[in-house]
């Protein structure tokens, strides 16, 4: 077979790609799997070749970003971040589709699509662009003095410049977030996440960062403290109280379900998800039941999507888990390894980013899986999704694009280095 003629057309980080391709490989059979429930009364092919669809879709979009221009990318930022504000105002307004009790999708000419996951791309980007504008103005560290100062001057009408990264990032990621809190918190905590670890890579001043991982600490203690002090009568008040009562008893079972218990104390009406997708995880052993020989799928609603790694275990075994858990790390470390090699500040962030974005939602889906947390997350490039399988594939096609630019850039200064020699792919 001649792989000259694949490696000439898919650039950038060979591993990457590789990784993006196995990941594709295990969503196909494990989405085919998991989905079984659903072909009783359809067409038993029909769940996956839809999937099926989306993964090639998503490589062919995921090559096609691959190919665009770096300097694009960068200039489509603050377009990116606007069409996500853009889309949580639309579907504010009624233009949400309510599906599964949860309103995280959009209607658009009849395309539902999960905005929430073009929000995350553009938090990202906009983030990275920020902290890049620091580093060439040598402002990364941030005074609340100054900040402070800098909004009095331009009250005043004064135009000098100060010292506001922090400020600023936290403005742009707390727009969204205050949009998606009530419908999905799990998002609005990957999207902090991501945003800190992104300061710190930019070198944003430490103290500042511990002062708002403390105040972030006890806004969440202040909050579990008042939720369960709310009465459930609240849950009258419309979606957002029905939304702070759901959260208050979740918050309850996860106390209650500390230590252990008899079997007989167990209650799975109404908690088939957390307590079967620990069940399927316990029967996978090492090895596994084999592909396609899942048992508790059956058992677990909507396993194809937020509990797909539940049933990865069950059938592919301890082994499957953690060679797919090795799957995401090396991600991450090759997205460092690109940054590593870059000199645009705007591509180091975005490229580390990207990383971190994808590895924290696979973390989190991993641990709502093994956990008494009920949240709704899909493992990215692997969960049956559209419009988030579309957009992980748009991040795999962009840290290729960032890689191939960073190839061009050390061609041109002759600083292509030997030890790296799977990031200098064609």
């Known amino acids: 077979m001649n792989f000259q003629f694949i490696t000439k057309r898919f650039n950038g980080d060979r591993v990457i790609w590789c990784i993006l391709f196995t990941l594709c490989f295990i969503s196909i059979i494990e989405v085919y799997s998991a989905s079984s429930p659903r072909t009783y009364n359809a067409d038993f092919w029909a769940p996956a070749l839809l999937h099926g669809k989306f993964v090639i879709g998503g490589v062919i979009v995921a090559w096609l970003t691959h190919t665009l221009k770096y300097e694009w990318i960068k200039d489509s930022s603050k377009n990116v971040y606007i069409i996500g504000i853009l889309l949580l105002l639309y579907a504010l307004f009624g233009g949400g589709a309510n599906i599964n009790s949860s309103m995280r999708w959009v209607n658009i000419f009849g395309i539902k699509l999960q905005h929430f996951e073009i929000v995350k791309l553009g938090t990202v980007m906009i983030t990275a662009l920020i ?74 001043n430490w103290k500042h960062l511990v002062g708002l991982i403390g105040a972030g600490i006890a806004i969440i203690a202040l909050g579990i403290a008042t939720l369960l002090v709310i009465p459930d009568s609240f849950k009258e008040y419309g979606t957002i109280g029905s939304k702070v009562i759901t959260w208050k008893n979740r918050i309850l079972d996860s106390k209650d379900s500390f230590g252990a218990k008899d079997a007989d104390d167990v209650v799975i009406s109404g908690n088939e998800q957390m307590i079967y997708s620990k069940v399927a995880i316990a029967e996978g052993g090492v090895t596994g039941r084999g592909p396609g020989n899942s048992v508790r799928r059956d058992f677990i609603p909507h396993a194809y999507n937020d509990y797909i790694f539940a049933i990865l275990v069950e059938e592919l075994g301890l082994l499957g888990g953690v060679f797919t858990i090795i799957l995401y790390l090396t991600l991450l470390y090759r997205c460092g390894i690109i940054a590593k090699n870059c000199d645009d500040p705007y591509a180091i962030f975005l490229v580390t980013g990207i990383g971190i974005l994808i590895c924290i939602q696979a973390m989190l889906h991993m641990t709502i899986s093994v956990s008494n947390i009920v949240t709704g997350q899909p493992l990215p490039l692997i969960s049956q999704g559209g419009t988030s399988f579309i957009i992980n594939c748009i991040y795999i096609g962009i840290i290729q694009s960032i890689s191939k630019h960073t190839r061009r850039q050390n061609k041109g200064t002759g600083t292509e280095t030997a030890e790296n020699p799977e990031t200098q792919t064609n």
């Open 131 to 204: 902290l890049a504008k620091a580093q060439t103005e040598e402002r990364a560290h941030l005074s609340w003095n100054a900040a402070l100062s800098l909004i009095s001057n331009k009250l005043k009408g004064d135009n000098r410049s100060g010292d506001y990264t922090m400020l600023s990032i936290l403005v742009c990621i707390l727009i969204p977030c205050a949009f998606i809190i009530t419908a999905n918190l799990s998002t609005v905590a990957i999207i902090l996440a991501a945003s800190i670890l992104m300061m710190i890579v930019g070198r944003v």
